[in-house]
C-alpha cells in the first residue's frame, strides 16, 4: 500500500515537471509571436464542412448552400475539396480554409506512392495564390508558407501543445490564449478548436462522420486497409494504416495501433465538448451516420430547423 502510494506521489511531481515545461514552451512560443492571439470574431456562427460524404448535398445543391448563407453562417472548409471544387468555392468565397497535414506545406516525409499528395498540395498552392478576397488560413505553427503570395489571404497560426490531462489545472487559460490545446488528429477537430479558441457560439459540422467500424478491415496478406470515403469521390479509396513518424517516413501499423488512433481521436472530440462548454460554444454535428457522440447530433441535412436547434 505505501509503495503504491509513493508511485502516485512520483507520478504526480513527474506531471507537474512535465506541466511546467510546457508552460515555460507555450509562453517562449508566445513571445516569440508564433501563435495568432485571439480575438473575438464579428460573427458568431460558423458552419465547418469537412470531406465525409454527407457533405455531397452542400457542394450539390446550391440553394443548400444559400440556406447556410441566410442563416448568417461564417464558413470554413479543409483540405482537398477547396481544389476540388475550385469553381464552387470561388463563387461562395469562404471565410475561413483550415489545413493541418505536412505534405500542404513541405515534402517532407512523403514516400514514394503517395506523391498524389503532393500534387494536391501543388494544386492548392496554385489556387490559393490566385484567391481574390479576403481569406483567413488557418494553419500549425512552425509550418513553411512562403510560398504563399497573396496579399488577400491572411494567416493563423494555431498552436501545437497538447494537454488535456484531468489534473492539469490551468489547461483552459492556456487553451484559450492558443498557448495550448485539447488534442486534435484530424483537421475538423482543429478547426473545432479554432472556432472555440475564437469565440464562436454556434457552430454546426457537415461532413464529419468518422464512422471507423465500416472502413477498416484485414486483407489476405494481413494488412490492416482504411476506406478512405470523400465527397469528391465515387468510390472509396483503400489504403495501407500506415503511422508518420516524428523525424519524417511512414511505417505500416497494425491494428492495434489503429484502434488506439481511433480511441484517442474520440477522446479529443470529448476533450473539445469539455472545453466548448466552458467558453459558451454549442456544437451541433449534421453529419449523417456520424459515429462521433460528444455533440449534439442533428439528423436533418436541411437547414431550417438549425435556429430552432441553437436557440434551445
Not at 448535398?57 to 447556410?68: D, K, L, P, V
Request: aromatic share 14%.
Amino acid at each position: 500500500m505505501i509503495d503504491e502510494r509513493k508511485g502516485r506521489h512520483v507520478i504526480s511531481i513527474m506531471h507537474k515537471i512535465q506541466d511546467i515545461r510546457m508552460m515555460l514552451l507555450a509562453y517562449r512560443i508566445a513571445l516569440q509571436k508564433k501563435v495568432t492571439v485571439p480575438i473575438s470574431l464579428a460573427n458568431e456562427k460558423l458552419l465547418v464542412v469537412a470531406t465525409g460524404p454527407s457533405s455531397n448535398i452542400f457542394w450539390q445543391s446550391e440553394e443548400y448552400r444559400i440556406g447556410w448563407a441566410n442563416k448568417k453562417y461564417d464558413l470554413c472548409l479543409v483540405n482537398d475539396a477547396f481544389f476540388k471544387y475550385k469553381d464552387i468555392v470561388f463563387q461562395i468565397r469562404p471565410k475561413f480554409y483550415c489545413i493541418m497535414d505536412s505534405y500542404y506545406f513541405d515534402k517532407k516525409g512523403v514516400t514514394s506512392d503517395e506523391i498524389e499528395r503532393l500534387i494536391y498540395a501543388k494544386k492548392n498552392r496554385k489556387i490559393l495564390n490566385a484567391v481574390d478576397w479576403d481569406l483567413t488560413l488557418i494553419v500549425p505553427c512552425g509550418v513553411s508558407i512562403d510560398w504563399l503570395q497573396n496579399s488577400k489571404i491572411k494567416i493563423i497560426y494555431i498552436n501545437c501543445l497538447v494537454n488535456n490531462r484531468e489534473d492539469f489545472r490551468f489547461k483552459f487559460f492556456f487553451y484559450k490564449r492558443n498557448w495550448m490545446n485539447p488534442g486534435w488528429n484530424n483537421v475538423v477537430q482543429a478547426a473545432l478548436y479554432f472556432a472555440i479558441t475564437f469565440e464562436y457560439k454556434q457552430v454546426a459540422m457537415l461532413g464529419a462522420e468518422f464512422n471507423f467500424w465500416k472502413n477498416v478491415y484485414l486483407n489476405e496478406d494481413g494488412h490492416v486497409i482504411q476506406e478512405i470515403e470523400h465527397c469528391y469521390e465515387a468510390h472509396k479509396v483503400e489504403r495501407v494504416f500506415d503511422i508518420e513518424e516524428d523525424y519524417g517516413g511512414h511505417r505500416e501499423g497494425t491494428m492495434s495501433l489503429y484502434l488506439s488512433r481511433v480511441a484517442e481521436t474520440f477522446s479529443f472530440y470529448s476533450f473539445l465538448r469539455e472545453y466548448a462548454d466552458i467558453m459558451g460554444t454549442h456544437i451541433m454535428n449534421y453529419s449523417q451516420d456520424t459515429m462521433i457522440e460528444a455533440f449534439e447530433r442533428v439528423q436533418s441535412l436541411g437547414v431550417d430547423d438549425v435556429e430552432k436547434k441553437s436557440n434551445k
